[in-house]
Nanobody, 123 residues
């Protein structure tokens, strides 16, 4: 079993910063792409940013230049540094990862989600 545990959400004023962390634990051979998705009230979940194991990054246009995704492969952890936060960044942020794990004698690649962490930006 693999778990993704997020931390770092909270309440911040517009223009402020927050740093999210997500650590994968359990039976892990390797962690491939890791990412952060977000879901605002009444809206669909959307990708904010993701990063491959090799460090290639991808950002939503709405966060480019303000958010930075990074990872520590040795710790199976991904980070999201969020600067210049805006009220429209308010959402539940979910960690996502493609993990090669081991189950019933087989190695398999599975996708996992964290439980979500609330980010609220006040104006």
């Amino acid at each position: 079993q693999v778990q993704l545990v997020e931390s770092g959400g909270g309440l911040v004023q517009a223009g402020g910063s927050l740093r999210l962390s997500c650590a994968a634990s359990g039976i892990i051979f390797s962690v491939n792409t890791m990412g952060w998705y977000r879901q605002a009230p009444g809206k669909q979940r959307e990708l904010a940013a993701d990063i491959t194991r090799g460090g290639s990054t991808n950002y939503a246009d709405s966060v480019k230049g303000r958010f930075t995704i990074s990872r520590d492969n040795a710790k199976n952890t991904v980070y999201l540094q969020m600067n210049s936060l805006k009220p429209e960044d308010t959402a539940v942020y979910y960690c996502n990862a493609d993990v090669r794990t081991y189950y019933n004698g087989n190695s398999l690649l599975r996708n996992y989600w964290g439980q979500g962490t609330q980010v609220t930006v006040s104006s």
